[in-house]
């Protein structure tokens, strides 16, 4: 039996630890589900104000919404560190899962690289519409463009894996099986994408696939660090496509 409170990483010749059995339940989830509304509004407020305060606002258009998410992760994962911590003295980290996968962070790396061209290959059939997407006007200017950048490949990653796969999807699994507790967790994490893309059906449905493949690693690795690092190389993908395209290099 793993003691939480002294457990270390494993070295990397070693086997990986066993996935985690959620000891937190639904009643915790849905405490989380129901602070996210209003925490969002008042980072998001907090965001604006903070703005308008400065000598010279930022011109930057993704200044604002990044500021806004940050500042709601942080606040959102504080919630989620006292739960584990406070209510039921578990160490947060490995509570999530976070652990060195299988493979090592650079096969999970791969199989993100490898996902984004199966949703390239998706995209080319479903042909979603060649529509603006609230998320490409937002990165019309080039800071705009490499801070959210930036960001998909390194908070972004990070807090939708923990929340989603870290905390949301094993207590689906056990209650709904491996399948059932994929694609649950999945759902919200498609939605939350869904004003970025318009509500495209043919562009969410492609983010279904991906969260799908993101808790296939996790439940499979027993690792939410692996299931972080596919998703970080997933979003490298798509970001290098549009920087190459911005710069003329692909059409």
């Not at 940050?70 to 039921?88: D, T």
């Not at 056990?174 to 999945?186: D, E, K, Q, S, Y």
């Not at 509500?199 to 983010?207: D, E, F, H, T």
Request: net charge neutral.
């Amino acid at each position: 039996m793993i003691d939480p409170e002294s457990y270390e990483p494993a070295p990397p010749e070693s086997e990986p630890q066993p996935a985690i059995e959620p000891f937190w339940g639904w009643l915790d989830v849905l405490l989380l589900a129901l602070l996210a509304l209003p925490l969002m509004i008042v980072t998001s407020l907090a965001a604006f104000g903070a703005m308008q305060m400065l000598p010279a606002p930022p011109k930057v258009r993704a200044a604002f919404p990044i500021a806004a998410t940050f500042s709601f992760y942080g606040l959102w994962f504080l919630v989620l560190y006292w739960l584990m911590r406070a209510r039921y003295g578990r160490p947060f980290w490995y509570s999530m899962a976070w652990v060195r996968p299988p493979g090592g962070y650079l096969a999970s790396f791969g199989w993100g690289l490898l996902l984004a061209l199966a949703a390239i290959l998706l995209g080319a059939v479903l042909r979603p519409p060649q529509i603006k997407t609230p998320l490409e006007e937002l990165m019309k200017d080039p800071a705009s463009l490499m801070l959210i950048g930036a960001f998909a490949v390194t908070l972004g990653p990070l807090c939708e894996e923990l929340a989603f796969r870290g905390f949301l999807m094993p207590v689906a699994i056990r209650t709904f099986g491996t399948a059932g507790g994929i694609v649950l967790a999945a759902t919200p994490f498609t939605l939350l994408h869904g004003f970025e893309y318009a509500w495209s059906w043919q562009r969410l449905l492609i983010i279904f696939f991906a969260g799908s493949a993101f808790g296939w690693m996790r439940h499979r690795s027993g690792s939410t660090a692996a299931a972080a690092v596919m998703h970080a190389g997933y979003n490298l993908v798509f970001f290098t496509g549009l920087v190459a395209q911005r710069a003329g290099y692909i059409s």
